[in-house]
């Protein structure tokens, strides 16, 4: 049985960079702008656990670097169906780095009749080489990019 409870997750992996923004984004929200009505959670590099959490909720929130060929530090937010269909010069665009990219979340949900609303909030990473500092364009943008996704989870979520 569905909660109405939402869930916010963050993805990624600190080690590398611009890929950790996902969590960086996910602590900054529950220390800034936390919701009573919304369970963060943080699934780091994703797991098959996070399929069946999903499950849980009527509407889920992924924040994820992606790297979807786009400028460094611009986010997206979209329905994870149309994350299935991200393409590039004709090309599909592998838009995570993860175990579960979000293709295969995408997959998986649909194949296992998980009813849950999927939003990804999915920002272009610049850097993914080891260290655990983002790289300074998106430090710069990060206080934008937090403020735009707090606005979308209250205008779209609550």
Do not use: C, W
Not at 12 to 26: F, H, K, P, Q, S
Not at 108 to 130: H, P, S, W
Request: charged share 25%; hydrophobic share 45%; aromatic share 8%.
């Amino acid at each position: 049985m569905l909660s109405n409870k939402i869930a916010v997750i963050g993805l990624g992996n600190t080690l590398r960079r611009d890929d950790g923004i996902g969590i960086i984004i996910l602590e900054s929200l529950l220390n800034h702008y936390k919701h009573e009505a919304i369970d963060y959670l943080n699934f780091g590099i994703a797991s098959f656990d996070l399929i069946h959490r999903l499950q849980n909720y009527n509407v889920a929130l992924l924040i994820d670097g992606i790297a979807a060929g786009l400028p460094a530090g611009e986010l997206r937010i979209f329905g994870l169906e149309e994350a299935f269909f991200i393409e590039r010069d004709g090309q599909e665009v592998m838009v995570s780095s993860h175990e579960l990219n979000l293709k295969d979340i995408f997959r998986l949900t649909r194949n296992l009749g998980i009813k849950t609303k999927i939003y990804v909030a999915g920002i272009q990473i610049e850097d993914i080489g080891f260290g655990e500092s983002l790289s300074d364009l998106l430090k710069e943008k990060l206080a934008g990019i937090i403020r735009q996704i707090d606005k979308f989870i209250q205008e779209r979520l609550l």
